[in-house]
């Protein structure tokens, strides 16, 4: 298939994303910077988290645009398997470290989920997601190509394993139950175009939920949050455990129509906690606002849409899979997060992809996105419309051309 033009709603909502997440945390880094310095005596300076976060979008732009412009989606194909073997190495390596107490596994709140490298960290659960949407694509392509979808030793069972001991590293070794999210509906979402049966698809959705209750039951932190927000949608006395999603829907329903404006924000201040990464829903709500947010969500809105479209009229089974996994990654991480913090859903601990602060988390899902941005350029839909215009105006130039000259003539 021929190369044509981008999408270029993906182009602009994706650059539009990471622009105002600049903005947010230029507005509410110093904010974070004093909370964390009179709390814990640190000595960062009022620009630290903006230099971070303006250091992240460089190098997701770096990362979206070689996935878009220099790295052929055929060549990264290539290499599905290796991506996912690094992928679940990095993350046993991290987990072992943790183990032994090295400080190389950097963690917080108990958690070890980052490799500590100096300055620097790295979050192998990002890379996870991505080496997950790939290695999937590859695998559900050739068990269709061979006709053996939905068999138990050539389908069911290396999906079961590679899909078990991803989500074992990073929700149960990782404790992050986030991207343990993302990840089944990366999962599920390419599963439904992998060719299995309806029945089969509903027998390991039924599984998938058993299996995460039965990880939420046995865990007493996640249980907390489950009675937070039991406590906090029944109206229960205001207590620690409710303190994170009282102070979330405080600030949205503080920012009112169209906000407090940009540095005025109260909730960063110190008040709602991870306000610069996992609550930043919350702070935007606060400083732009129902508008703004209406905008916001009205952006994401339209990255998705435009990403499902290109799944839509991709003829490329591969490229479609990966688009899929791609859409339901970001669908996921979207929804969990807005739903967590407007108190639909627990607190989860999960980003919003492209405005909370971080690096390895942006620059992943930049690359994932650039992706898709590149199988735009051979979507079915745009040559034939591109044909027809082509060929319309060559006929309507001849067929004009014809009739000057014949006017001229006469």
């Known amino acids: 298939m021929r190369k044509h033009k981008s999408d270029l709603v993906i182009l602009f909502a994706t650059l539009g994303l990471m622009a105002l997440g600049l903005i947010i945390i230029y507005a509410i880094g110093p904010m974070r910077s004093n909370v964390l310095n009179s709390t814990y005596g640190t000595n960062y300076s009022d620009n630290y988290f903006f230099l971070g976060q303006l250091r992240s979008v460089a190098l997701s732009l770096i990362a979206f645009f070689a996935a878009f412009k220099w790295i052929p989606v055929k060549f990264i194909k290539k290499f599905a398997k290796p991506l996912m073997i690094i992928a679940i190495i990095l993350s046993l390596a ?65 999906l079961l394993i590679v899909s078990g001991i991803s989500l074992f590293l990073v929700v149960i070794a990782q404790g992050d139950l986030g991207t343990g999210v993302a990840m089944i509906a990366i999962i599920l979402g390419m599963l439904l175009l992998s060719g299995i049966s309806t029945k089969q698809y509903l027998i390991f959705l039924i599984s998938i939920i058993i299996v995460g209750v039965g990880a939420i039951a046995t865990s007493s932190h996640r249980m907390e949050r489950i009675y937070a927000w039991v406590d906090t949608i029944s109206g229960a006395e205001s207590n620690d455990s409710t303190y994170h999603i009282e102070n979330a829907m405080l600030a949205i329903g503080i920012g009112g129509f169209t906000g407090v404006g940009i540095g005025n ?115 079915n839909r745009e040559v034939i419309k591109n044909e027809n215009i082509s060929s319309r105006r060559g006929i309507g130039g001849t067929h004009y051309t014809g009739r000057r000259r014949s006017s001229r003539t006469s």
């Open 94 to 158: 991290l987990w072992l470290l943790s183990m032994t107490g090295s400080s190389l596994a950097k963690c917080e709140l108990g958690e070890c989920r980052w490799f500590n490298f100096g300055p620097v960290s790295f979050q192998p659960a990002e890379l996870m997601k991505l080496a997950l949407v790939i290695y999937l694509a590859d695998f559900f392509a050739r068990k269709r190509e061979d006709g053996v979808v939905g068999q138990w030793r050539e389908f069911w069972l290396p």
């Open 265 to 379: 924000s109260v909730q960063a201040t110190g008040y709602l906690p991870e306000s610069i990464n996992d609550s930043v829903f919350a702070i935007l709500g606060e400083t732009f606002g129902f508008v703004g947010l209406f905008v916001i969500i009205s952006i994401f809105g339209a990255l998705l849409m435009r990403t499902v479209k290109v799944a839509e009229h991709t003829d490329d089974v591969e490229n479609r899979l990966i688009t899929v996994g791609v859409f339901s990654w970001t669908l996921a991480q979207v929804v969990v997060n807005i739903m967590a913090m407007t108190g639909l859903v627990p607190v989860t601990g999960i980003t919003l992809p492209l405005l909370s602060y971080g690096g390895t988390s942006m620059i992943f899902i930049a690359f994932a996105l650039g992706l898709v941005l590149q199988i735009s350029c051979y979507t």
